[in-house]
């Protein structure tokens, strides 16, 4: 890189998503006489909006998609740089960007996110959810569809597949239950009448504080069908890059050619062996098809449970890879196994005035034993936060303690329109034998379970209005012993808030 600095800045973080804009807005404020730059490749930015402290880690925003220049306004410190990043070097603390300027830095955060684990790379009918373009483009193309295959198990999957209409989905998932990143078999269970309901049944509780689950075997596939009201909004064009909104699927009609609103069937415990077109198909005779796979879809999908379907196109949710491509060459970062920038619990890296949060990163410091690493929006916003009060406290030679946020995991969503709440290790992460489940649920109502170990509260999933997040949350921190309450923890006729408030 031939250093001629265009101009240097203190501050300058690498992203327009949600960890690299909280960043640069934490440092701005913090330190207004500082100069931050933020560079990003798209027009627009991803500002968190509508926030709200729901408890002492519960958090709820909103995501939206802002013209920079509304940062710029609200910070005079601020410049954003429209532009990709060509290279780093970490000893010069310069930053090239690839129209060929370069920056230098007293202190840089890399926020670039995750990129989509694409199932083929450059096959015009795999298609990658992951930004605002791809999901229109995804919109775009399911308009000319019958038929889909949806693989990945995620939140965007999940979402995917329950808001699609007029198109059948074919909805391949390696684990033995849907949403397995976010719960159980049993919450899975809870779920998936709404893929199938018009309307929601009228509650009734099944008191039943421990359970089991039917496990589909292996090959095994379910199908619902149901009929829906197909709705429509407007739409907006964003940036490139930087990951949807909570809210994505909001703001675009996902709707195919076919009459039958809904029609998903359920492909458990299998992967994908390969995809191939029509005429690739027809020179390979040992494939054998069932009568409906017959005929000329444009290309076909082989699962490893033996299946192969026809469809349009294949949507590709399989998750995502940290972003860390432009940044490594020339410099000594250490990676963590999933391929993050390890970062230590000031958010710095292996290189020195280096730090990075959000998707990019890997939490290697000690982790409470009540909080583990998703890459989800929440964790974007609470990173992105705490790096930029990290890089002000070094530069200002102040000391800064490990944010109150990584004690305790949580997070809202939302999910087949029911409000999800997770807590701690809620599915029993890394607790080994040493855990007893309590669950209540209400069919089409509310989903409670409630992860003990050693008598004590250590996670919780909460699905529907159950107003219990408070409480769980008060009972998973302070760590009291709830052996004496047993199953009546969960018993509805018992108000529990009024037991621990």
Known sequence: MADQRVRSFRFVIVGGGIAGVTCAEQLSSQIPSADVALITAGSHIKA???????????????????????????????????????????????????????????????????????????????????????????????????????????????????????????????????GNTFFDAGAAQFLIPSLEADKPDRAVPCKRTRYTTEEPAPGAAQTFTAERNSRGHGSGVTEPGSALGPDWHEGIVLRGT?????????????????????EELQKSPQQTLSPENKGSWPVYIKLTNGKTFGCDFVVSATGVVPNTEPFLHGNNFTLADDGGLQVDDQMMTSEPDVYAAGDVCTACWEHSRLWQQMRLWTQARQMGWYAGRCMAAHVLSEPIELDFCFELFSHITKFFNYKVVLLGKFNGQGLGPDQELLIR?????????????????????????????????????????????????????????????
Not at 101 to 124: H, M, T, W
Not at 267 to 277: A, N, R
Request: contains cysteine; aromatic residues 8%.
């Open 441 to 501: 649920c209400t069919k089409g109502q509310e989903y409670v379970k409630v992860v003990l170990s050693g008598g004590r509260m250590v996670g919780a999933v909460l699905i529907g209005e159950t107003d219990l997040e408070e409480t769980f949350e008060n009972l998973i921190l302070n760590q009291m012993d709830l052996t004496s309450y047993g199953e009546e923890l969960l018993n509805p006729n018992i108000d529990i808030e009024d037991y621990f408030d």
């Open 48 to 178: 968190v909006t509508n926030y709200k402290q729901v408890s002492h880690t519960l958090e709820e925003f909103d995501v939206e998609e802002k013209p920079s220049s509304v940062l710029e306004e609200k910070f005079p410190n601020l410049t954003v740089i429209h532009s990709a990043v060509k290279s780093l070097n970490t000893k010069s603390h310069s930053v090239e960007t690839t129209d060929g300027r370069v920056f230098g830095y007293e202190k840089l955060c890399i926020c670039s996110g995750g990129r989509p684990k694409l199932l083929a790379q450059d096959n015009p009918y795999v298609l990658g959810i992951r930004d605002t373009d791809s999901a229109q483009e995804f919109q775009r193309r399911l308009s000319k569809a019958k038929r889909i295959v949806v693989v990945g198990n995620g939140g965007i999957a999940l979402e995917l597949v329950f808001e699609v209409e007029g198109c059948e989905v074919i909805w391949a998932v390696k684990d033995k239950a849907i």
């Open 258 to 278: 076919e009459h039958a609103s809904r029609r998903v069937s359920l492909e458990y415990q299998c992967e994908v062996e390969k995809i191939f077109t029509s």
